[in-house]
C-alpha cells in the first residue's frame, strides 16, 4: 500500500519509509511525525522504487532484507537515479560484510532492529543534513557554470571544451594561455567547478595587480607582527583555497622572488608564512594563466624556466575571436539575452546586414569587447532596430584618436588623452546620462565623477547639446 504524506503539516523533509512489516513502518512513521517530518509509507519494493522516482524525496528508510527482493539491490537503483538523495538501511540481521558493501555503494549508514529512537532521529538528521549540502553544492556549480558560460560551436573552442573535460577531475597543475579578453578567467572556473573539488573555494589573484611587495604576503599569508601594520594573523591566498583552485592570472608578472616560494608550494605542497618558522601543508590546486609569451621571458631571465615546466604540466590555448568567427553570432545571441536582462530593458533587434558587419571586424579586445559592445547598445538602444550607421558611429566614437605628426610623446600622456576621449565618447553615446555612462565603463558613479573633474570635462554641457539636437525639427538650422 502507499499512505499519501499528510501536506498540511509543516515539515523539515520528506521521508520514504519501504519496509515489507506494516506495523515497523506505522512506529517509524509515528517517530517522525512527532519530529515534524513528513513520511510517505511502502510496503513493497516496486513501490518504493515508484515513490522514489516520482521526485520530492529528501531521505530513504529502507528494509535491507525487503520480501522478495534485495534492498541493496534497491538502494543501488535509487543512488543511480537520485545520488544526491540519501538512504538509512535498516536491516534486523545485518552483518559486517553487508554493511560494508553497502558503505561501498553509497548508502548513508545501516541501523539494526530494534530501532533505537534516539540512534534513528540523530541518523535522520546527519543524512537530510548532507544530503542538503550535497544539493546545495550542485546547485552552486550549475549557478557558476551558467554565470561563466562558454559559448560556441567552433571546432577550436571545441577542442577547449574537450581538454577542460579531461582535466577538471584531476589536480595537475594547467596553465591557461591566450589574448587578454579571450575568456581565460571562464576556462579556469570551468576546470574548478566540473571537478572534484567544486564543493571547495576557487580563489583568484591578478598577478599584475598586487604591488610586488604586497604579493608574497597576498599568496603566503602572515604572522602577527612579521611587518608594521601586521596586527593580526592573516592566512594566504594559497591558504585560503585549500581543498579547492587558487587561480593565479598574468602570472608571468609575478616577481622572480615569489616564483622561488610558488615552485617550492608546487614541489612540496608546503607553504611558509611570513613572520613565522615552520611551513604547513595545503592541498591547494594550482591554476595559472598569462598572455605573454613565457619562453621569450625565460629568455630574458625574468621568469623561471623551472617554474614554468611544473604550471605548464597541460595547457590550454583559448584562441581569439577572430580564429572563431563563426562563433560570433552565438556569443551576440547569449550577450543580447543576458545583458538585456541585467539592465532591465527590451533586448534591442540587429538589422539583418549587422551580423556580415560584425563578423568582418577583428575584434582586437576578444569577447570582453564583444560583451562590452553588446552592453553599450543595449543600454543605447533598447528594443530599437540597430543598424550599421549605429554601430559604425560608436565605434568610430571609441576608437583611438588619431596621432598628428610631431605630437609623440610619454606613453602615460598618450593614456590620459585616450581615456579623456573615450569618456568624452561614453558621455556622447549616453547623451550626457551619467547613470547609464558609468554602467557602460562598469564605474560607480562617484569614480565616474572624480575623472570628469580630472579631466575638465563638462558632462551638463555634453547633455544639453545632446538635449538641444533631439528637440530640433528637420526645418531647423545649426
Known amino acids: 500500500m502507499l499512505e499519501k504524506a499528510d501536506m498540511s503539516m509543516k515539515a523539515k523533509a520528506r521521508i520514504l519509509i519501504v519496509d515489507d512489516d506494516v506495523t515497523i513502518c506505522q512506529n517509524l512513521s509515528r517517530i517522525l511525525k512527532k519530529n515534524d517530518y513528513v513520511t510517505v509509507i511502502t510496503n513493497s519494493a516496486s513501490e518504493g522504487l515508484q515513490a522514489h522516482d516520482a521526485g520530492e524525496i529528501d531521505l530513504v528508510l529502507l528494509d535491507l532484507h525487503i520480501a522478495e527482493s534485495d534492498g541493496l539491490l534497491i538502494a543501488e537503483k535509487m543512488l543511480r537515479s537520485h545520488p544526491h538523495i540519501p538512504i538509512i538501511l535498516i536491516s534486523g540481521y545485518a552483518t559486517i560484510a553487508r554493511a560494508v558493501e553497502a558503505t561501498k555503494l553509497g548508502v ?130 594559497i591558504e585560503r583555497a585549500a581543498g579547492g583552485t587558487l587561480f593565479l592570472d598574468e602570472i608571468a608578472d609575478m616577481a622572480m622572488s615569489a616564483q622561488v616560494k610558488v615552485l617550492r608550494f608546487l614541489d612540496t605542497g608546503e607553504i611558509q608564512k611570513l613572520g613565522e618558522s615552520s611551513p604547513i601543508r595545503v592541498n591547494t590546486r594550482l591554476i595559472t594563466a598569462s598572455n605573454r609569451n613565457i619562453p621569450d621571458l625565460i629568455r630574458e631571465k625574468r621568469f623561471r624556466e623551472d617554474l614554468y615546466f611544473r604550471i605548464n604540466v597541460v595547457p590550454i590555448h583559448v584562441p581569439p575571436l577572430r580564429e572563431r568567427s563563426e562563433d560570433i553570432p552565438l556569443l551576440l545571441d547569449h550577450f543580447l539575452d543576458v545583458l538585456s536582462q541585467k539592465n532591465g530593458v527590451p533586448r534591442p533587434r540587429l538589422a539583418p546586414q549587422m551580423e556580415h558587419f560584425l563578423l568582418k571586424y577583428s575584434w582586437p579586445g576578444n569577447i570582453r569587447q564583444l560583451r562590452n559592445f553588446v552592453e553599450r547598445i543595449t543600454i543605447l538602444y533598447p528594443g530599437e532596430l540597430v543598424d550599421v550607421d549605429k554601430v559604425q558611429a560608436l565605434f568610430d566614437e571609441t576608437a583611438v584618436p588619431a596621432i598628428a605628426p610631431g605630437a609623440l610623446g610619454p606613453l602615460k600622456d598618450a593614456m590620459v588623452e585616450y581615456e579623456r576621449h573615450y569618456l568624452v565618447a561614453v558621455l556622447k553615446q549616453t547623451n550626457g546620462q551619467l547613470t547609464q555612462a558609468a554602467r557602460v565603463l562598469e564605474i560607480d558613479r562617484a569614480n565616474l565623477y572624480r575623472k570628469l573633474k580630472r579631466y575638465g570635462i563638462d558632462a551638463a554641457q555634453i547633455k544639453k547639446d545632446a538635449n538641444t539636437t533631439a528637440s530640433k525639427t528637420p526645418g531647423d538650422s545649426d
Open 108 to 237: 548513508f549508514d545501516v541501523l539494526e532492529k530494534p530501532l533505537d529512537r534516539n540512534r534513528l532521529l540523530i541518523t535522520v538528521r546527519n543524512a537530510l543534513y548532507r544530503g542538503n549540502l550535497e544539493k546545495e553544492i550542485v546547485r552552486l556549480k550549475d549557478e557558476t557554470l551558467n554565470r561563466y558560460q562558454m559559448i560556441g560551436k567552433s571546432e577550436k573552442i571545441r577542442q577547449v571544451y574537450e581538454r577542460i573535460d579531461k582535466l577538471a577531475d584531476t589536480d595537475s597543475p594547467v596553465l591557461i594561455s591566450g589574448e587578454n579578453g579571450v575568456g581565460k578567467e571562464l576556462v579556469a572556473t570551468a576546470l574548478h567547478a566540473r571537478g572534484r573539488r567544486a564543493a571547495g573555494p576557487m580563489v583568484k589573484m591578478n598577478c599584475a595587480a598586487i604591488p610586488p611587495d604586497l604579493l608574497e604576503s597576498e599568496l603566503f599569508g602572515y604572522a602577527r607582527g612579521a611587518f608594521t601594520g601586521a596586527d593580526e594573523k592573516k592566512p594566504g591566498r
